[in-house]
């Protein structure tokens, strides 16, 4: 039997080229239902030139692959279905999918020391099939849950993505961090995706950015009344982030833009499902997390 792949990805969207980029000294494998073959041409283009185009080795998911890490870099939809579905490929399993309550999926099925998390800054946007583009200069954490054998695993897994040029740093507990980017992302990627605008909306439209301050004000209570300790201010930081992406189209809106499903779901929906169970007033989350839904519908999304 031969060695098992340094890396799986799970997912060769936006985020799944971009790790193959930082892993491409290492021995990767992705794993994708849209792989036509034995090997697809992926491309990362920066400025609008090509940082790096390469073949990288492809599987389907029903196909023999052994790895020491499976990287998930899926919509977040599909990620309990990963975790599931590939627990016999990997020995260690990281959730950087966009959105909340994945991560806690990954711990309940593989275990505290097994189970990893991450956040991506990277702005990115699809250049075309297998093809993206780099926007903005971001980092990547990652980390488990206080788990000293999880630490460990962190520390390998970023000073891999290190030496392929990436910022990353490694963490004890990646929970806080998970919930600053998804109350973040509460903010902008709905109401940016509803006026069909870039990020600089936020800056631009008062009424906009009291809409996004009440979101992040009920994300910010439900974390609370779940002990969660968040790593900054989320507002602060959504600001932050509009700013500095200020030309980019949030992936919902790139999402709806392509007519294919958000990930609303695992974002607002979350925050109002578990506010709901803590008694927490969610109503601004609700109400966008609705219309998100009522959009796809009307556009034929399911």
Not at 24 to 42: C, M
Not at 57 to 67: A, M, S, W
Not at 139 to 159: D, P
Not at 190 to 195: A, D, E, N, S
Request: charged residues 25%.
């Amino acid at each position: 039997m031969t060695d098992p792949f340094d890396y799986c990805i799970a997912g060769l969207g936006n985020v799944g080229i971009l790790f193959a980029y930082f892993l491409r000294k290492k021995k990767v494998v992705a794993i994708s239902r849209r792989a036509k073959g034995d090997r697809e041409r992926v491309t990362l283009k920066h400025s609008g030139a090509i940082l790096w185009s390469d073949e990288i080795l492809t599987r389907r998911p029903e196909d023999f692959v052994k790895c020491k890490k499976v990287l998930i870099t899926l919509k977040a939809y599909e990620v309990p279905w990963a975790l599931s579905f590939l627990k016999d490929k990997g020995e260690i399993f990281i959730v950087m999918s966009n959105g909340l309550g994945l991560f806690e999926e990954a711990v309940r099925l593989h275990g505290k020391d097994r189970a990893l998390g991450g956040t991506v800054t990277y702005g990115l946007t699809s250049c075309g099939e297998y093809c993206t583009e780099l926007r903005g200069i971001g980092q990547v954490k990652i980390g488990g849950s206080a788990s000293i054998e999880a630490l460990k695993n962190s520390k390998e897994m970023t000073e891999d993505l290190i030496s392929g040029g990436c910022s990353a740093n490694a963490v004890e507990d990646i929970i806080p961090h998970i919930w600053l980017k998804g109350i973040i992302n509460s903010a902008i990627n709905p109401i940016t995706t509803l006026l069909k605008k870039p990020n600089k909306i936020l800056l631009e439209n008062p009424h906009a950015v009291e809409l996004a301050e009440l979101v992040v004000k009920e994300g910010k209570e439900v974390a609370n009344k779940k002990g969660i300790d968040l790593a900054s201010d989320p507002f602060k930081e959504a600001i932050e982030v509009a700013k500095k992406t200020g030309e980019n189209f949030s992936s919902m809106l790139q999402d709806i833009m392509a007519r294919r499903k958000t990930e609303i779901d695992y974002i607002n929906g979350y925050l109002a499902s578990e506010g709901m169970k803590l008694n927490v007033n969610v109503k601004a989350n609700l109400s966008l997390y609705l219309m998100i839904k009522a959009m796809e519908r009307d556009l034929g999304i399911h």
